[in-house]
């Protein structure tokens, strides 16, 4: 349980512009604007991927409900998600162009898969933890996406309101960590008793995190 929070000045997220193939549209236009960085309203940070990253000493089964991954305007949504080892992956092609889907793995085999038009559906999946796997398209380049792979189903994405919550977690200590695709990441330490809710919150600005 807790919020994102962002010190200082949002920057400005400047459009991209989409132009160079007509079938990306987004909201009518040829032009989006970047999701970087997403200060929310009230100045939290949207898209930071939060989870345990020590002390979960319980093994948990693979889900069998897939995370989806699509397509659509020639954008990835969602941009940032966890999933667990061997849990599916199914990526989907919403758009009326070509796509490829290029995961630049490290701790788990990378792939480049192509997606037509008329290729509307993929399944991977994971078998190693990996924080995090940067995913993009060699055709539209501004589109990214990145993916928390991890052994347990602690972990949450911060949206709107830039909260999160994890858990139910029994006793102990762990480290809880944030991560943000340009921001950084940092990381807070707890210990939880019987019963007992903990707010961690964390704040991220500009050129102030922990070494990548």
């Given amino acids: 349980l807790g919020r994102v929070n962002f010190a200082g000045t949002p920057p400005a997220r400047?459009?991209?512009?989409?132009?160079?193939?007509?079938?990306?549209?987004?909201?009518?236009l040829n032009t989006m604007a970047s999701e970087e960085i997403i200060v929310n309203d009230n100045?939290?940070?949207r898209n930071v991927f939060v989870y345990i990253a020590e002390g979960v000493a319980h093994k948990y089964p693979s889900p069998a409900e897939p995370v989806v991954l699509n397509q659509e305007g020639c954008r990835y949504t969602p941009r940032v998600f966890g999933i667990q080892i061997g849990q599916p992956l199914q990526i989907l092609n919403s758009d009326n162009t070509m796509h490829n889907v290029h995961a630049a793995?490290?701790?788990?085999?990378?792939?480049?898969?192509?997606?037509?038009?008329?290729?509307?559906?993929?399944?991977?999946?994971?078998?190693?933890?990996?924080?995090?796997?940067?995913?993009?398209?060699?055709?539209h380049p501004w589109m990214a996406a990145y993916a928390g792979v991890l052994?347990?189903?602690?972990?949450?994405?911060?949206?709107?309101?830039?909260?999160?919550?994890?858990?139910p977690l029994p006793p102990g200590e762990y480290v809880v960590t944030a991560w943000h695709e340009k921001l950084g990441r940092s990381e807070?330490?707890?210990?939880?008793?019987?019963?007992?809710?903990?707010?961690?919150?964390?704040?991220?600005?500009?050129?102030?995190?922990l070494p990548e």
């Fill in 43 to 45: 100045e939290t940070l």
């Fill in 151 to 167: 052994e347990h189903p602690f972990y949450a994405v911060t949206g709107e309101n830039g909260s999160y919550r994890l858990g």
């Fill in 188 to 209: 807070q330490r707890v210990t939880l008793g019987d019963s007992v809710k903990q707010a961690v919150d964390f704040a991220f600005k500009q050129n102030d995190s």
């Fill in 105 to 139: 793995s490290q701790q788990n085999p990378p792939f480049n898969l192509g997606m037509t038009r008329h290729t509307k559906q993929l399944t991977r999946t994971f078998s190693r933890r990996e924080i995090m796997i940067p995913i993009r398209c060699n055709v």
């Fill in 14 to 28: 400047p459009l991209i512009r989409m132009s160079s193939d007509p079938a990306c549209l987004c909201n009518g």
